[in-house]
């Protein structure tokens, strides 16, 4: 099987190097906005939207024309790169996968794409890469790229500068290890397992909210555009930077650690959008609960659990298991042993204690219990081949009506609910 795999590493630009990168992520976000507000146009008019083919014309226009004459310096493929983005993004818009394209800002997201693999040489020993119009830039090598270059996007970030490297290579189709596992997220417990293991939540950004909050008053205070206002600016985005770098270190480690052990893992198809959007309602017809409700959308935008779901998913098919995402409705409040669903069952966020047949454990722990149930049924209905092929999955339930396998263990900072502890407080 082919495997489409990114390599990302910082560069060591000079000075020069550095003031071209900067040109070429400009002029890529001016043609980026110049086009869409040329079909912005066309559509207030009526008219149809222009392919891709038509505005590559357009772009030799522009390089042509004596105002915008200085797109010349910057590699045409970068630019053509930036048509066939907006191209995308138009599509996915109909498609109804995002929100209409909106126009790129200066500082936010700079970053141009080369997408011919024949004008990008890797020369690893010396840990260099050649990029058109750049020549050869040194990287800091942390690891060896494998595969055929395919392409290789520059982009900027709080002042220093990457290149990812996408890479295609023949693999030998994998065999999935390890069982079943179904995973409740939350916040007090960052991811708690069918077994009964569960991860503390890192709180990255919680971690990092005080000197955030003092670096952007002292960003409010600056004279705009002014040499200060650029220093404390540079420290803002470093923050972030940091910020959202730890966060994702946390997240790959971890989903790392389970799809290397189980070869099925079943979670919730929550939307985090729905779940963190504002209480403050209008004025008409104000919220109630709004600071309780902004301190629970922070908390759950600081999780990252879309992105833990999204590296859990092509981690997994990497080493051909599956992800199985199910309804999250009632998850905490059904009973595992009996099935019966009801609110009661939930007494407390912690605690959960079956009304019909008395059965008691850990809120989170029944939520994931069932998760798993749900997600292996759904399987069965589908008639996936990799219910079939994963070796040692659980097939049976425990007498107190939970599911026994998992292979995590005590991996990527797991922790175990001690037995003789309440399950309710556990």
């Known amino acids: 099987m082919k495997r489409l795999q990114a390599f990302k590493f910082e560069l060591m630009p000079n000075g020069e190097q550095q003031r071209q990168m900067r040109r070429f992520a400009g002029s890529c976000r001016f043609v980026y906005n110049k086009a869409l507000a040329l079909q912005k146009e066309r559509h207030e008019r009526g008219e149809t939207k222009l392919g891709y083919v038509e505005m590559a014309k357009q772009l030799t226009a522009w390089r042509s024309s004596a105002e915008t004459a200085w797109l010349k310096e910057a590699p045409v493929h970068p630019l053509q790169q930036a048509l066939k983005d907006l191209e995308r993004a138009y599509s996915n818009f109909f498609a109804k996968r995002s929100d209409f394209p909106r126009f790129k800002k200066k500082g936010q997201s700079d970053s141009f794409r080369y997408p011919d693999p024949k004008q990008i040489k890797l020369d690893q020993s010396n840990a260099r890469i050649f990029l058109p119009k750049l020549g050869w830039l040194r990287y800091r090598n942390s690891r060896e790229v494998l595969g055929e270059i395919r392409n290789a996007t520059v982009s900027c970030r709080a002042g220093r500068w990457f290149v990812s490297i996408q890479t295609e290579r023949e693999v030998e189709q994998p065999i999935p290890q390890g069982g079943a596992v179904g995973i409740d997220m939350g916040v007090v417990r960052f991811a708690t397992l069918s077994d009964g293991a569960f ?128 309804a999250p409705q009632y998850t905490s409040q059904t009973c595992p042993r009996c099935g019966h669903v009801s609110a009661d069952n939930r007494q407390t966020q912690a605690c959960f204690a079956c009304a019909a047949c008395g059965l008691e454990n850990n809120a989170d722990v029944v939520g994931a219990i069932n998760i798993l149930s749900r997600g292996m049924q759904q399987l069965r209905d589908e008639g996936r081949d990799t219910l079939h092929a994963c070796s040692g999955m659980a097939q049976a339930v425990s007498p107190d009506g939970l599911w026994i396998e998992s292979r995590l263990g005590s991996q990527a900072g797991t922790r175990r609910s001690e037995p003789g502890v309440d399950p309710c407080h556990a």
Not at 199 to 204: A, I, K, Y
């Open 199 to 326: 991860v503390e939540p890192l709180g990255s950004f919680k971690r990092h909210e005080r000197a955030l909050r003092r670096a952007q008053q002292s960003l409010s205070r600056k004279v705009k555009h002014s040499r200060n206002w650029r220093k404390a600016k540079i420290r803002v985005q470093r923050l972030h930077a940091r910020i959202a770098n730890v966060r994702a270190d946390f997240l790959h480690k971890l989903s790392s650690a389970i799809s290397k052990n189980h070869a099925v893992v079943c979670m919730e198809d929550l939307q985090v959008r729905n779940m963190s959007k504002s209480a403050a309602g209008t004025l008409e017809q104000p919220g109630r609960n709004v600071r309780a409700k902004a301190g629970l959308n922070k908390a759950i935008l600081d999780q990252g659990w879309y992105e833990f779901r999204r590296q859990l998913d092509y981690k997994l098919a990497w080493r051909g298991g599956c992800l199985v995402l199910v």
